[in-house]
């Protein structure tokens, strides 16, 4: 094989530019234009993810080769003036010969290796096998059709973008080549956050990792990978930069006539271990049953509903915010900018073990003083959970009238099976959409400390969706008798419910009173 495609020249990224064009670019040109580029242009948000990951890890090994270490006012600088060009052009010039996509002895982020060792060189699998989008084997994806035995042809350029991501975020599984099984890549399971900029040059100071004494090479600085290396056990991570990068499947892509890609060889990988001292930067944690659970996408949950496990807990018992919002929250208060607003980008996959589940990708504009402010962080927390303790209330009512409606309305089953019906419909997305268009109001009272105020626009906004959500409820109960006398009976007890969220109107003749 010779040398092919390499990624410093050719357009391989899909960025969009400031103003508006989507285009794709090499790694050259790309640092070169960071602050015209507003950000990342894949739509595939595993994908989108591991390329952060990816620009970030070349970024912080270029600043450590040219500056050695740095500060937060080294970052506000480059947050103003824009990163060293001459510093990251340097650096992937020096390990040019690293960022070949089809080399016979050290391609991208693959393993050569597997073109010679015996249980993988003379089998083959389709490209899909490490995309995330695809039906592969027995894991069908609907409106999906690719056929294991005749997978179409992609650009060398999608195949990439298509295993960053697989790498990053695969669920732990069977592999049946070398091990029988393998352990997860970093972000399984995980919603990711991501801080951002105006620019691309803005997005990756705000999220760049801390300088630091550690040996922390990234993959394509490491020597290749041999069969002894995909069969040793797991390892943790040296440092962010191995975390960004770790091949956590072995895969070697087949290089086609036409250029592009149809087949790979795969194997296990250079396993991740787990270290609970060293979370991965983007990944943040909330309360569990009995522990803090990382967090991660969920059926019909709209996100902002686990917004509090972002933000700063002094005591850690509620959550655990990814490490890179600490990050981008100093650089905040370092340039002068922390009473402004910092948007966050949240995207990743679930899965339940080796079954996928949802991908998503979210955007979420936050007052930057609440990541930074533990205070006002309590004040968001608290207002969340008492949304979602009332809308509980509401659900338990709600459950009880639509069994009155049923055979045996006091039986378990009936109890169960009234719920379960509720849950499908349409109530729970009624009442959390309600609320979640009064959340820029809230930020925007939280951010300027107007604590009280904040509860009073809170209280009137539940209300409005309760009331909402009742009233589809009982839309969907129907108006027959049965259903009349089930909602009268319960009426009263929901009212009971909205009676500290109405605003306390004075009497007037107290008033008077007291005046005199």
Not at 36 to 56: F, K, N, V
Not at 141 to 149: G, R
Not at 452 to 479: I, K, M, N, T
Request: aromatic share 8%; glycine share 6%.
């Amino acid at each position: 094989m010779t040398p092919g495609y390499n990624l410093l020249d050719e357009p391989w990224l899909p960025v969009r530019f400031a103003d508006g064009r989507v285009r794709d670019v090499g790694l050259l040109e790309l640092f070169e234009r960071a602050g015209e580029i507003a950000a990342l242009a894949e739509t595939a948000p595993p994908s989108l993810i591991a390329e952060y990951r990816l620009l970030l890890a070349i970024t912080h090994r270029a600043l450590t080769r040219s500056h050695g270490s740095w500060k937060d006012r080294d970052r506000a600088r480059w947050y103003r003036e824009g990163l060293p060009r001459d510093a990251l052009r340097d650096y992937l010039e020096h390990w040019r010969e690293r960022f070949w996509l089809f080399h016979p002895e050290q391609p991208f982020m693959q393993v050569a290796a597997l073109a010679s060792i015996e249980e993988t060189r003379d089998r083959q699998k389709p490209w899909t096998q490490v995309s995330l989008g695809s039906a592969n084997g027995n894991a069908p994806v609907v409106f999906d059709h690719s056929c294991d035995l005749s997978p179409a042809p992609v650009t060398p350029a999608q195949a990439l973008r298509t295993l960053l991501g697989f790498l990053q975020f695969t669920p732990g599984g069977l592999v049946k080549t070398l091990r029988d099984s393998d352990k997860a890549g970093p972000l399984a399971n995980s919603a990711a956050a991501l801080p951002v900029g105006a620019t691309l040059q803005q997005t990756l100071c705000l999220a760049l990792h801390p300088a630091s004494d550690r040996d922390d090479p990234p993959a394509w600085e490491r020597a290749p990978a041999q069969r002894r290396d995909l069969l040793a056990a797991p390892a943790p991570a040296s440092g962010t930069n191995d975390r960004y990068t770790r091949r956590s499947r072995a895969v070697l892509l087949l290089e086609a006539e036409e250029g592009h890609v149809r087949w790979l060889r795969f194997a296990a990988g250079i396993a991740l271990g787990d270290d609970p001292h060293a979370p991965d930067p983007m990944a943040s944690y909330r309360a569990g049953k009995d522990t803090l659970v990382r967090m991660s996408f969920t059926e019909g949950r709209a996100f902002w509903r686990d917004l509090p496990a972002l933000l700063p807990d002094p005591e850690g018992k509620v959550s655990q915010p990814a490490a890179i919002l600490g990050w981008a929250a100093n650089l905040q208060i370092f340039l002068g900018a922390s009473r402004g607003e910092q948007s966050l980008l949240i995207a990743g996959l679930a899965s339940d073990q080796a079954k996928l589940l949802r991908w998503r990708c979210e955007r979420i504009v936050l007052p930057a003083v609440l990541l930074a402010d533990a205070g006002l962080a309590g004040l968001l927390r608290a207002e969340v959970r008492r949304a979602e303790a009332l809308h509980e209330r509401i659900r338990s009512l709600a459950t009880g009238m639509l069994a009155e409606t049923m055979a045996d309305p006091r039986g378990k089953d009936t109890r169960a099976r009234a719920r379960a019906m509720l849950d499908a419909g349409a109530s729970a997305a009624v009442f959390f959409a309600g609320v979640e268009r009064a959340l820029p109001g809230l930020f925007r009272r939280l951010a300027e400390g107007d604590g009280e105020g904040a509860g009073r626009y809170w209280s009137d906004s539940l209300l409005q969706a309760a009331e909402a959500c009742w009233e589809v409820l009982c839309r969907s109960l129907g108006r027959s008798p049965l259903a009349l006398c089930a909602e009268a009976r319960v009426w009263p007890r929901f009212r009971a419910l909205l009676r500290d969220l109405r605003p306390t109107v004075p009497n007037p003749e107290k008033s008077e009173e007291a005046h005199a």
